[in-house]
């Protein structure tokens, strides 16, 4: 009978890893479209002030 138990723990177990998993996959991907984005927009933003840059 445990046998049976710990094989629908392990059942549950799986499901879960495998959301978890899918999760951290569209998270990652989300993340990395945005940092992208900000990259994007940063490099064709015009500098607002370009008299008082650094250089």
Same mark, same amino acid.
């Given at each position: 009978?445990?046998? &049976?138990?710990?094989?629908? +723990?392990?059942?549950? /177990? @799986? @499901?879960? +890893?495998?959301?978890?998993? #899918? #999760?951290?996959?569209? /998270?990652?991907?989300?993340? &990395? $479209?945005?940092?992208? @984005?900000?990259?994007?927009?940063? #490099? $064709? #933003?015009?500098?607002?002030?370009?008299?008082?840059?650094?250089?």
């Amino acid at each position: 009978m445990t046998e &049976k138990h710990d094989t629908h +723990r392990e059942t549950e /177990n @799986g @499901g879960r +890893r495998m959301r978890l998993r #899918a #999760a951290l996959r569209e /998270n990652l991907k989300r993340r &990395k $479209s945005q940092s992208r @984005g900000r990259t994007d927009q940063a #490099a $064709s #933003a015009p500098d607002p002030d370009p008299e008082h840059r650094d250089e």
